[in-house]
């Protein structure tokens, strides 16, 4: 499915979950993998289950039907330091890159290491040789270097959701699920920000699941698109197949009548006045 | 309706507190002549009324230390964000509250009971009163912390302890610190009258002063109070405007 070949990073089988004292489904039956390496987009209208598939893998919601299972291990079965070291597996990017603000960029990036780390060295602030090297080359590789020292609420939010992408490399997961990752940057920022989610994932073997709003986006960075609605996976395809059948698959209505902006050089794109049109309309 | 209710209310709390404006009228001459006896202030025992007020800024500075230390560990129990649980939280609030009603100047003289007459009564009662409001405050400023960083951190597989000492505490520390010296400088305030009951510091020169009907000495005693007060007050704002 996948074409990256190896077990799946992440693995979803017939995963259901009805709130209490709802009626309908938020997710029913969800089936679907992710393999290393691979970026997925999530799209869907809102309420579409996205929310709840995010936080059944993130364990913030028992996971009651069906099967998840995060580089090889079955979620819902582990308990305590299991759960903790379960944790560790993924990282997590959010809309608003909830970076501790008073902490430098560097700091924020060794929170990655929190979990590997003995209690004594958080107290204290010390960090070993090896993980402030981590860090520092995390930062590096989301070009950051000369950042590693300005406190989290100076940073752009460009720079800030990048900061983020250092801290889940820091953490050495196997698995990043990215919640609306450039819902709240400019074109210029969100393209940057994807570019590097996608290069990480690619050279380190790292699976990404992402939930985007903005279809076009979603086209260009992911590898697969898996398109919800009303709690049930609707599509699940190559980006590059994604048409106009499947839109209507996942949305329930045409896509708006603007074409998504030509392939061409991303950077000057995101500055293109045409861009922003269709942004604005996709959105 | 509501305005009947109130109006009634009004009523009997001042039948209640025996409101008596001739009682206040017939008394503002006497309060006029002490006033006009009082000048000028006496400064014979000026090193002893010192001592006592530094005694009243030691109290409170030493109380509110230790009220600090005690709401820093109890106020992450009654906090929802960090202690969900509520068979943990709600008991962590009862005794919070309990503490918090019972005024510092109660407990004050339970103290001078327990342990005898002097300053470290007067520590002792700040400390337990101080602790209750102070860590009411702490939790509620922590529960306005954004959520997000928090989850970030404890989804990375982090311990409660690495979250807390990571994660909260750098954000948190300019809101708990400003809290600390609003408290410091309302212990202040009370301090200066837990002397009446025994507990030490410059009330207990007050009192004496009152009862000898030293007026001279008591505007000396007044005097002081407002200075530190005043001088205390500046100097936790500024420091607090720097926090900001």
């Known amino acids: 499915m996948s074409g990256h070949g190896g077990a799946p990073a992440i693995r979803v089988r017939g995963l259901g979950h009805t709130y209490t004292g709802q009626t309908a489904p938020a997710l029913s039956d969800v089936s679907f993998e992710v393999a290393p390496g691979e970026v997925v987009a999530v799209l869907g209208p809102s309420g579409a289950g996205k929310t709840t598939l995010f936080r059944c893998v993130t364990q913030l919601i028992e996971v009651e039907q069906g099967i998840v299972e995060v580089a090889g291990r079955r979620l819902g079965e582990l308990r305590g330091r299991e759960l903790g070291f379960a944790r560790r597996e993924v990282g997590l990017i959010f809309q608003q890159f909830n970076l501790v603000r008073r902490l430098t960029a560097e700091q924020n990036v060794l929170a990655g290491r929190l979990g590997h780390v003995p209690t004594w060295r958080v107290l204290s602030r010390r960090f070993d040789q090896g993980d402030r090297a981590l860090a520092l080359s995390c930062l590096a590789r989301v070009g950051l270097s000369d950042q590693a020292g300005q406190r989290a609420d100076r940073l752009s939010g460009g720079q800030q959701q990048r900061v983020a992408i250092a801290r889940v490399l820091a953490q050495q997961s196997s698995l990043v699920l990215a919640d609306e990752p450039v819902a709240s940057l400019d074109p210029t920022s969100a393209t940057h920000v994807l570019e590097t989610l996608r290069g990480v994932a690619r050279e380190r073997g790292i699976a990404v699941l992402s939930s985007l709003h903005q279809v076009d986006l979603a086209t260009r960075f992911a590898d697969r698109i898996v398109g919800l609605r009303e709690g049930r996976v609707m599509v699940d395809r190559p980006a590059a197949a994604f048409g106009a059948a499947d839109y209507v698959l996942t949305f329930d209505r045409p896509r708006p009548a603007v074409p998504p902006p030509p392939d061409g050089d991303e950077r000057t794109r995101g500055r293109a006045v045409d861009s922003s049109t269709s942004l604005r309309i996709t959105r | ?244």
């Open chain 2, 1 to 244: 309706m509501l305005v009947a209710a109130l109006l009634g209310v009004y009523g009997v709390s001042i039948r209640l507190a025996d409101v008596d404006p001739a009682a206040l009228l017939e008394g503002l001459p006497r309060m006029a002549e002490w006033v006009g006896r009082s000048w000028p202030p006496d400064t014979t025992d000026l090193g002893l009324l010192l001592l006592r007020a530094a005694e009243t800024a030691a109290i409170a500075l030493v109380g509110t230390t230790l009220a600090a230390v005690l709401a820093l560990v109890s106020c992450t129990m009654a906090a929802r964000n960090l202690t969900p649980s509520a068979f943990v939280r709600l008991p962590t609030r009862w005794l919070l509250n309990t503490l918090r009603g019972i005024d510092s100047f109660v407990f004050a003289i339970l103290f001078v009971a327990a342990v005898g007459l002097g300053p470290f009564a007067g520590v002792l009662g700040v400390a337990l009163h101080t602790w209750g409001s102070m860590a009411k405050l702490f939790a509620e400023s922590i529960e306005d912390l954004p959520a997000g960083p928090l989850d970030a951190v404890r989804l990375t597989g982090a311990s409660r302890v690495k979250l807390v000492s990571y994660a909260l505490v750098p954000d948190a520390l300019p809101g708990l610190s400003s809290i600390g010296l609003y408290m410091l400088e309302f212990n202040v305030r009370t301090s200066t009258v837990l002397g009446i009951v025994g507990a030490g510091g410059i009330g207990l020169e007050l009192k004496n002063s009152l009862d000898l009907l030293n007026f001279p000495r008591l505007l000396t005693v007044i005097i002081i109070i407002l200075l530190m007060v005043t001088a205390v007050d500046q100097l936790s704002s500024r420091l607090r405007r720097r926090l900001a």
